[in-house]
């Protein structure tokens, strides 16, 4: 079988190879090319800011929601060995106002973590020389779920700012369900019963508060003039105990198993 040679040589030494024709790209064809390309580039580009700030704001969450339920159990629990939140509370301020007209700012120094456990366990009304006053309690916090550095620089950390709320609870009032009892024209063993929930009804408004945290952040600002951005966070939840104060300072605490009438 003959096969053809490719460049072969003759007699006079001249080879003949065959000419392939090869053809590339065009100007053209390139800048078509780069303009797609470049579009291309502009839409990620122009994404890439939202997904960092949906990214920031996945990771504030995490933070508020992990410090919130951390500080909402300790003032359920009435915890006073906490001094690790020095590192964290930068301040502590309770504006206390009522009806009067008369508004005092007190700023509770958070050297322990007694003092601002007691400090944000402030009852948000209470009743003084027969006048009622509203304390608004409100702490600078810097973030005890976040980075290292959070603990030791203001300047990096991710704060927030922390209002407490705690509130005798009331759903109704007793005087105006189990009273009455002659007018009803009920036998004497229906008003024994209602007698003993009345009492019951008493007790659990003695010993019944509702504790409401309010995470703000960002905060900007200086000290004194806090300023906050959107965004916020409530906590709630109920706790059964006495309040109690301690003697001389205006701290207080939950006892959750102690009672009173």
């Known amino acids: 079988m003959n096969l053809p040679r490719i460049g072969h040589q003759g007699a006079t030494g001249r080879g003949r190879v065959s000419r392939v024709r090869r053809s590339g790209f065009t100007m053209i064809e390139?800048?078509?090319?780069?303009?797609?390309?470049?579009?291309?580039?502009?839409a990620i580009i122009g994404i890439l800011p939202?997904?960092?700030?949906?990214?920031k704001d996945n990771r504030d969450e995490t933070i508020v929601n992990?410090?919130?339920?951390?500080f909402l159990e300790a003032i359920r629990q009435g915890a006073a060995r906490l001094d690790h939140l020095t590192n964290y509370v930068d301040e502590i301020s309770v504006v206390t106002s009522n009806y009067a007209?008369?508004?005092v700012t007190?700023?509770?120094?958070?050297?322990?973590?007694?003092?601002i456990i007691g400090a944000l366990t402030t009852p948000k009304y209470q009743r003084i020389q027969n006048v009622l006053s509203v304390n608004t309690v409100t702490a600078k916090v810097r973030s005890m779920s976040g980075a290292a550095v959070n603990a030791v620089s203001n300047e990096?950390?991710?704060s927030y700012l922390l209002r407490s709320e705690v509130v005798p609870y009331s759903a109704f009032a007793t005087n105006s369900v189990f009273t009455n009892h002659a007018a009803a024209n009920l036998p004497p063993e229906a008003v024994a019963e209602r007698l003993e929930l009345q009492a019951r009804a008493d007790q659990l408004h003695t010993n019944l508060f509702e504790v409401r945290l309010t995470l703000r952040w960002?905060?900007?600002g200086a000290p004194g003039?806090?300023?906050?951005?959107g965004n916020q966070q409530v906590f709630r939840t109920l706790v059964a105990g006495t309040l109690l104060q301690v003697e001389g300072e205006p701290l207080y605490f939950f006892a959750p198993a102690i009672y009173g009438n």
């Open 30 to 42: 390139i800048a078509l090319c780069l303009a797609i390309i470049g579009f291309a580039l502009v």
């Open 50 to 55: 939202t997904g960092l700030q949906v990214q």
């Open 66 to 70: 992990a410090d919130g339920a951390y």
């Open 101 to 103: 007209g008369g508004i």
């Open 106 to 115: 007190n700023l509770v120094l958070p050297t322990s973590g007694a003092r």
């Open 156 to 158: 990096f950390a991710f």
């Open 218 to 220: 960002p905060v900007f």
């Open 225 to 229: 003039s806090w300023r906050t951005g």
